[in-house]
Protein backbone atom coordinates (compact mmCIF):
# COMPACT_ATOMS: atom_id res chain seq x y z
CA UNK A 1 0.00 0.00 0.00
CA UNK A 2 1.11 3.69 -0.36
CA UNK A 3 -0.12 6.89 1.36
CA UNK A 4 -0.38 9.87 -0.05
CA UNK A 5 0.79 11.54 2.78
CA UNK A 6 -1.14 13.56 5.01
CA UNK A 7 -4.05 14.04 3.34
CA UNK A 8 -4.97 10.32 3.36
CA UNK A 9 -4.48 9.89 7.35
CA UNK A 10 -5.46 5.97 7.30
CA UNK A 11 -3.24 3.06 5.78
CA UNK A 12 -3.84 -0.04 6.01
CA UNK A 13 -1.46 -3.13 4.91
CA UNK A 14 -1.39 -6.63 4.66
CA UNK A 15 1.23 -8.48 7.33
CA UNK A 16 4.31 -8.93 5.44
CA UNK A 17 4.35 -6.64 3.15
CA UNK A 18 5.89 -3.07 3.04
CA UNK A 19 4.44 0.23 3.83
CA UNK A 20 5.34 3.36 2.79
CA UNK A 21 3.82 6.50 5.05
CA UNK A 22 4.53 9.99 3.43
CA UNK A 23 4.84 13.52 4.30
CA UNK A 24 5.17 16.99 2.60
CA UNK A 25 7.44 19.46 4.32
CA UNK A 26 6.63 23.00 4.47
CA UNK A 27 9.98 24.60 5.22
CA UNK A 28 12.55 24.93 2.14
CA UNK A 29 15.27 25.71 5.49
CA UNK A 30 14.32 22.84 7.60
CA UNK A 31 18.03 20.75 7.49
CA UNK A 32 16.51 18.05 9.90
CA UNK A 33 13.84 15.42 9.63
CA UNK A 34 12.76 13.11 11.98
CA UNK A 35 9.87 9.80 12.39
CA UNK A 36 8.12 9.01 15.47
CA UNK A 37 5.98 6.53 16.46
CA UNK A 38 3.11 7.16 18.28
CA UNK A 39 1.14 3.67 20.22
CA UNK A 40 -2.27 4.37 21.98
CA UNK A 41 -1.54 6.06 25.07
CA UNK A 42 2.24 6.06 24.85
CA UNK A 43 4.26 9.38 23.81
CA UNK A 44 6.17 9.89 19.90
CA UNK A 45 9.06 7.41 20.06
CA UNK A 46 12.05 8.14 18.02
CA UNK A 47 12.01 6.06 14.57
CA UNK A 48 15.38 7.20 12.99
CA UNK A 49 16.09 10.87 11.39
CA UNK A 50 17.95 11.87 8.21
CA UNK A 51 19.60 15.46 8.03
CA UNK A 52 19.27 17.98 4.64
CA UNK A 53 22.93 15.98 3.34
CA UNK A 54 21.56 13.11 2.94
CA UNK A 55 18.69 11.39 0.39
CA UNK A 56 18.29 8.11 1.79
CA UNK A 57 19.04 6.21 5.44
CA UNK A 58 18.45 3.27 6.96
CA UNK A 59 17.82 1.61 10.26
CA UNK A 60 16.41 -1.81 11.04
CA UNK A 61 13.53 -2.63 9.07
CA UNK A 62 13.11 0.95 7.99
CA UNK A 63 13.85 3.26 5.47
CA UNK A 64 13.97 7.33 5.47
CA UNK A 65 13.95 9.12 1.83
CA UNK A 66 14.56 12.52 1.52
CA UNK A 67 13.54 14.78 -1.62
CA UNK A 68 14.52 18.39 -1.12
CA UNK A 69 13.37 19.41 -4.69
CA UNK A 70 9.85 18.70 -3.84
CA UNK A 71 10.23 19.17 -0.12
CA UNK A 72 8.99 15.31 0.55
CA UNK A 73 9.83 12.75 3.15
CA UNK A 74 8.85 9.22 3.14
CA UNK A 75 9.26 6.47 5.89
CA UNK A 76 9.62 2.67 4.25
CA UNK A 77 8.54 -0.10 6.79
CA UNK A 78 9.82 -3.60 4.97
CA UNK A 79 7.96 -6.67 6.04
CA UNK A 80 5.32 -4.76 7.85
CA UNK A 81 4.14 -6.46 11.81
CA UNK A 82 1.45 -6.05 13.67
CA UNK A 83 3.47 -4.46 16.34
CA UNK A 84 4.07 -1.37 13.52
CA UNK A 85 0.14 -0.90 13.82
CA UNK A 86 0.44 3.35 15.57
CA UNK A 87 0.12 6.47 14.52
CA UNK A 88 3.66 8.03 12.63
CA UNK A 89 4.54 11.54 12.47
CA UNK A 90 7.40 13.25 10.44
CA UNK A 91 8.92 16.50 12.15
CA UNK A 92 10.93 19.06 10.86
CA UNK A 93 13.31 21.56 12.07
CA UNK A 94 14.07 24.74 10.26
CA UNK A 95 18.01 25.67 10.09
CA UNK A 96 19.21 28.01 13.22
CA UNK A 97 15.50 27.38 14.70
CA UNK A 98 15.32 29.21 18.18
CA UNK A 99 15.82 26.19 20.72
CA UNK A 100 16.03 23.63 18.07
CA UNK A 101 12.27 24.11 17.91
CA UNK A 102 10.30 20.91 15.70
CA UNK A 103 7.23 21.38 14.04
CA UNK A 104 5.04 18.28 13.53
CA UNK A 105 3.10 17.05 10.75
CA UNK A 106 -0.66 15.76 11.62
CA UNK A 107 0.17 11.91 11.57
CA UNK A 108 -0.76 9.06 9.59
CA UNK A 109 -2.43 5.87 11.15
CA UNK A 110 -0.81 2.49 10.18
CA UNK A 111 -3.31 -0.46 10.61
CA UNK A 112 -1.53 -3.60 10.12
CA UNK A 113 -4.41 -6.36 9.25
CA UNK A 114 -2.73 -9.94 10.19
CA UNK B 1 17.16 4.91 32.75
CA UNK B 2 13.76 6.18 32.93
CA UNK B 3 14.12 8.53 30.22
CA UNK B 4 11.25 11.27 30.52
CA UNK B 5 8.93 11.20 33.07
CA UNK B 6 5.39 12.84 33.28
CA UNK B 7 3.37 13.22 36.40
CA UNK B 8 0.56 12.79 36.89
CA UNK B 9 -0.52 10.68 34.00
CA UNK B 10 -4.49 11.88 34.39
CA UNK B 11 -6.35 14.79 36.04
CA UNK B 12 -9.45 16.41 35.93
CA UNK B 13 -10.01 19.82 37.10
CA UNK B 14 -12.78 22.42 37.14
CA UNK B 15 -12.54 25.56 35.53
CA UNK B 16 -10.45 28.06 37.31
CA UNK B 17 -9.05 25.58 39.34
CA UNK B 18 -5.07 25.96 38.89
CA UNK B 19 -2.63 22.81 38.34
CA UNK B 20 1.28 22.20 37.55
CA UNK B 21 2.40 19.17 35.63
CA UNK B 22 5.34 17.59 36.52
CA UNK B 23 8.24 16.44 34.01
CA UNK B 24 12.06 15.17 34.98
CA UNK B 25 14.58 13.34 32.62
CA UNK B 26 17.63 11.62 33.70
CA UNK B 27 19.30 11.76 30.31
CA UNK B 28 21.24 14.98 30.87
CA UNK B 29 19.91 17.00 28.54
CA UNK B 30 20.06 20.50 28.01
CA UNK B 31 16.61 21.31 26.41
CA UNK B 32 13.01 20.52 27.41
CA UNK B 33 9.84 21.35 25.83
CA UNK B 34 6.16 21.18 26.52
CA UNK B 35 3.68 19.74 23.86
CA UNK B 36 0.23 19.94 23.54
CA UNK B 37 -1.73 17.51 21.27
CA UNK B 38 -5.25 17.54 20.60
CA UNK B 39 -7.61 14.62 19.21
CA UNK B 40 -6.53 13.75 15.43
CA UNK B 41 -4.09 16.60 15.51
CA UNK B 42 0.24 16.59 15.85
CA UNK B 43 1.69 18.16 18.48
CA UNK B 44 2.00 21.68 18.68
CA UNK B 45 4.75 23.16 21.01
CA UNK B 46 3.52 25.53 24.13
CA UNK B 47 6.92 26.19 25.94
CA UNK B 48 10.84 24.94 25.43
CA UNK B 49 13.63 25.77 27.54
CA UNK B 50 16.82 25.61 25.51
CA UNK B 51 19.08 25.45 28.57
CA UNK B 52 18.91 25.52 32.11
CA UNK B 53 17.68 29.25 33.44
CA UNK B 54 16.42 30.08 30.22
CA UNK B 55 12.54 29.90 29.01
CA UNK B 56 10.99 30.51 25.87
CA UNK B 57 7.55 30.55 24.22
CA UNK B 58 6.51 28.40 21.53
CA UNK B 59 3.33 28.23 19.02
CA UNK B 60 0.44 27.90 21.76
CA UNK B 61 2.12 29.64 25.17
CA UNK B 62 -1.37 31.74 26.80
CA UNK B 63 -2.78 30.60 29.40
CA UNK B 64 0.46 28.45 30.70
CA UNK B 65 3.74 29.15 32.35
CA UNK B 66 6.40 27.40 32.78
CA UNK B 67 9.45 26.51 35.10
CA UNK B 68 12.90 25.39 34.34
CA UNK B 69 13.80 24.13 38.30
CA UNK B 70 16.75 22.28 37.45
CA UNK B 71 18.27 20.46 34.44
CA UNK B 72 16.55 17.54 35.12
CA UNK B 73 12.93 19.31 35.94
CA UNK B 74 10.81 21.28 33.35
CA UNK B 75 7.35 22.21 34.89
CA UNK B 76 3.99 23.83 32.79
CA UNK B 77 1.23 25.39 35.23
CA UNK B 78 -2.05 26.24 34.39
CA UNK B 79 -3.10 29.07 36.46
CA UNK B 80 -6.98 28.86 35.40
CA UNK B 81 -8.04 25.70 33.69
CA UNK B 82 -10.19 26.51 31.18
CA UNK B 83 -12.27 23.54 28.97
CA UNK B 84 -10.05 24.81 25.78
CA UNK B 85 -6.96 23.30 27.70
CA UNK B 86 -8.53 20.12 27.82
CA UNK B 87 -5.49 18.22 25.59
CA UNK B 88 -3.10 15.47 26.35
CA UNK B 89 0.34 17.33 27.26
CA UNK B 90 3.40 16.01 26.56
CA UNK B 91 7.18 16.61 27.73
CA UNK B 92 10.20 16.09 25.98
CA UNK B 93 13.83 16.46 26.23
CA UNK B 94 16.83 16.55 23.78
CA UNK B 95 20.66 16.94 23.31
CA UNK B 96 21.41 19.83 21.28
CA UNK B 97 24.78 21.01 20.67
CA UNK B 98 26.71 21.15 16.93
CA UNK B 99 24.76 18.08 15.81
CA UNK B 100 21.25 18.11 15.67
CA UNK B 101 19.47 15.77 18.36
CA UNK B 102 16.10 14.08 18.09
CA UNK B 103 13.54 14.99 21.02
CA UNK B 104 12.47 12.04 23.60
CA UNK B 105 9.05 11.86 24.58
CA UNK B 106 7.19 10.86 27.98
CA UNK B 107 4.11 9.32 27.80
CA UNK B 108 1.99 12.29 28.79
CA UNK B 109 -0.30 13.78 31.01
CA UNK B 110 -4.28 13.29 30.13
CA UNK B 111 -5.86 16.43 31.18
CA UNK B 112 -9.66 17.04 31.12
CA UNK B 113 -11.28 20.53 32.43
CA UNK B 114 -14.71 20.39 33.47
Known amino acids: GESVGLHLPTLSVQEGDNSIINCAYS??????FIWYKQESGKGPQFIID?????DKRQGQRVTVLLNKTVKHLSLQIAATQPGDSAVYFC?????????????FGGGTRLMVKP | NAGVTQTPKFQVLKTGQSMTLQCAQD?????MYWYRQDPGMGLRLIYY???????DKGEVPNGYNVSRLNKREFSLRLESAAPSQTSVYFC?????????????FGDGTRLSIL
Open chain 2, 92 to 104: ASSLQGLRNQPQH
Open chain 1, 27 to 32: NSASDY
Open chain 1, 50 to 54: IRSNM
Open chain 1, 91 to 103: AEKPFLSAGNMLT
Open chain 2, 27 to 31: MNHNS
Open chain 2, 49 to 55: SASEGTT
